[in-house]
């Protein structure tokens, strides 16, 4: 039995991979909460899984702004040479050690350094080693060994009361932040006879106050508080001793979120039913709580997607978030980025789902694909040089094939041919005409027709937080905000700048004071100032800060109909799509047409060549025939001076006709092309 479970542990072991026995560092203890003002020792602790190690790099980053470093003991060590002294710096967070062991050393949990801290400030802190750190084998080249780490979450608070209890009404707990910028504190003594309390507000956690007395008053208000961590510090004053001091925090955020981009995937601009949301920022003080995103819909057939009925709200979301499957149309995706206090900052972007093919981008020009964009200014030049070129190619067709019907119409020959010609009839004149020029007997040519290219003041103003500030003249415009009256009435107000027009509008807020106002049309271009007035029963307040939206022309208006500038990009690449289907079908009409008015030519032409050339090889014929009887007349002795003349200039003549015959006369493709 024995021998069976040795076998099956064996067998285990060389299933478990050998990434699993790589060497850990870890950090000890692992997590604690501290009190400000405190030191605490963190130990960096090593473990080879059995391995033997010779070397090591560590690096440690902490929190600068709620810890600092005491000093790095290497008192208790496993590592027997330094080839750097621990180094820390208080300013970027950062602790450093590399160093070296003779000789290596296996390990489970040996310590490679203690590290004191002391506690700056309150709040939760995390000391981590970063991706540098390595762990090297004892193998002789230096193996990385190292595949997991374990970090250290600690907790920092104030020392516990030793002086009088103090509550706020504004700011109750210690560990939440506030908007509220004026904070109002409470405090007394759990025993009688306290003579006065001495208290200091400042931005030191654990400071106490002088040994001056500000009476005996059990509270105090501070006003227009910064931004971060405040420490109320008091202490009371009995049988003329000062007793213990208590520390209050009191954290203030007013300021949102950083502005950041909502960024869509694949495009803003896009095919895909379910695109992607990506989003993320900062907040300086109190930190990033959590986002919330909501879908607005712009186009008409968007919000017939949604429902008549149906009002989009926000929900929670974390990054990327893949949207829900949307119908085509325009949408508002609208993000809210919530800091730990209740601030928030609002983003949004346009989001379009096309079913077209190729994507237009009202102000951009073409997408090709999902990553190339073509500006409407290349798009009208690389369309326009097309159709010049196009035009160009049809001129050329048109003008070639009209020259080559021309000449056939009008028997017009090559030069060359035209000048052989003349030479055979002046020829033919000296010698006598024998009836054998049937030269120029052409067919009939004939030309096909032309083708054609074509008032009290008790309600606070209603706060706008959401509004679609740059729409189209062919989306549905909407606007929201908070108001401190729940289920209340707000009343809106949309100016057109350019006609003077006002419009007004009611919408009703929810218990929570959100409300919310889609308009049920769309808005002529130009720009608009808006502006919200509360209402509560017969109360009005006093009209809010106005916000100014541009409504651009993306669509030409025909009375109550409207033609988007998409469809009319569409309409004009469609017309010259047909314009360069038509020059091209132009030309290969041209081309194919005057191609063959070109062979029936060159076959006429061929023709007249041969005949030329009979007509010199007849040519030839008589003039042999006239010198053998000039030659019988110089046999008898009847050869005068004159005669003597004919026979050179025949001989002259027969010497220039053979060397015609034999000669090649026709350059026709020179001369037709």
Not at 27 to 44: C, H, K, Q
Not at 353 to 375: H, M, Q, S, Y
Not at 494 to 515: C, H, I, P
Not at 598 to 626: N, T, V, W
Request: one cysteine or more; charged letters at 20%; glycine letters at 8%.
């Amino acid at each position: 039995m024995k021998r069976y479970i040795f076998f099956i542990v064996l067998f285990i072991c060389l299933l478990i991979p050998e990434s699993s026995f790589a060497s850990t560092l870890s950090l000890s203890p692992s997590a604690g909460t501290f009190s400000v003002g405190s030191t605490f020792n963190v130990s960096v602790l090593l473990d080879t899984k059995g391995k033997s190690i010779n070397a090591l790099q560590v690096f440690l980053t902490f929190p600068s702004d709620k810890l600092q470093v005491v000093s790095p003991s290497t008192g208790q060590s496993i590592v027997g040479v330094w080839t750097a002294p621990p180094k820390y710096n208080n300013t970027l967070g950062t602790v450093s050690l590399e160093g070296g062991i003779p000789g290596g050393i296996v390990t489970s949990s040996g310590v490679l350094t203690t590290v004191t801290f002391r506690v700056k400030s309150v709040g939760e802190g995390i000391v981590k080693f970063t991706d540098k750190s390595k762990v090297l084998l004892d193998d002789g080249l230096a193996t990385d060994d190292l595949a997991q780490v374990g970090n250290a979450v600690f907790t920092f608070r104030l020392p516990p009361p030793q002086g009088p209890i103090v509550a706020s009404s504004t700011h109750p707990d210690q560990s939440f932040w506030y908007q509220e910028k004026s904070a109002v504190l409470h405090f007394a003594n759990e025993t009688s006879g306290v003579e006065g309390f001495s208290y200091v507000l400042n931005e030191d956690p654990i400071s106490a106050p002088d040994n001056i007395s500000e009476g005996t008053r059990q509270s105090v208000s501070y006003q227009e508080l910064s931004d971060g961590i405040h420490y109320f510090h008091i202490k009371a004053l009995r049988d003329g001793v000062w007793g213990g001091t208590t520390h209050f925090a009191i954290k203030v955020d007013t300021t949102p979120p950083s502005e950041f981009q909502v960024e869509l995937l694949p495009n803003k601009r896009t095919t895909s039913l379910n695109p992607i949301a990506e989003f993320g920022t900062t907040d300086l003080n109190s930190g990033i709580d959590h986002y919330e995103i909501k879908i607005e819909p712009l186009s008409r057939e968007a919000i017939q997607s949604f429902g008549s009925g149906n009002k989009p709200i926000f929900i929670e979301a974390n990054s990327p978030f893949v949207l829900p499957e949307l119908a085509k149309g325009s949408y508002d995706v609208v993000v809210h980025a919530y800091d730990k206090a209740g601030n928030f900052r609002e983003e949004n972007e346009r989001l379009s789902l096309t079913n077209f093919t190729f994507k237009i981008i009202d102000k951009e020009g073409i997408r090709l694909g999902n990553a190339v964009v073509l500006p409407w200014l290349w798009v009208s030049i690389i369309g326009g040089i097309l159709v010049l070129l196009l035009a160009y190619g049809a001129y050329r067709t048109w003008h070639w094939r009209r020259h080559v019907s021309q000449a056939h119409q009008e028997k017009v020959l090559p030069g060359d041919v035209l000048k052989e010609l003349d030479e055979l009839k002046k020829y033919r004149e000296r010698y006598g005409a024998k009836a054998i020029i049937l030269l120029l007997l052409f067919s009939t040519l004939f030309f096909s027709g032309s083708i054609l290219a074509q008032n009290t003041l008790s309600v606070d103003p209603p706060l706008i937080d959401t509004i679609s500030r740059d729409i189209s003249n062919r989306e549905i415009f909407y606007v929201g905000g908070k108001t401190n009256v729940s289920e209340g009435s707000v009343i809106l107000y949309l100016q057109n700048l350019l006609t003077g027009e006002t419009l007004s509008y009611e919408v009703g807020s929810d218990r929570n004071g959100n409300w919310f106002y889609r308009h049920d049309g769309f808005l002529f271009a130009g720009e608009y100032l808006i502006w919200a007035q509360g209402k509560d029963g017969e109360n009005f307040s006093p009209p809010g800060p106005q916000e100014k939206i541009i409504v651009e022309k993306t669509a030409v208006q025909f009375g109550s109909n409207r033609l988007s500038y998409e469809v009319i990009y569409l309409f004009v690449i469609i017309i010259l799509g047909i314009a360069l289907i038509g020059l091209a079908l132009f030309i290969i009409f041209h081309y194919y047409h005057g191609r063959k008015k070109y062979l029936e030519f060159q076959r006429e032409i061929r023709e007249a060549e041969e005949s030329i050339k009979r007509g010199f090889a007849i040519l030839h014929r008589d003039i042999q025939a006239e010198l053998a009887t000039i030659h019988k007349m110089k046999l008898s002795n009847e050869f005068s001076g004159e005669e003597r003349q004919r026979e050179e200039q025949l001989l002259r003549d027969l010497g220039d006709v053979q060397k015609r015959i034999g000669d090649e006369i026709w350059h026709i493709k020179k001369e037709t092309w």
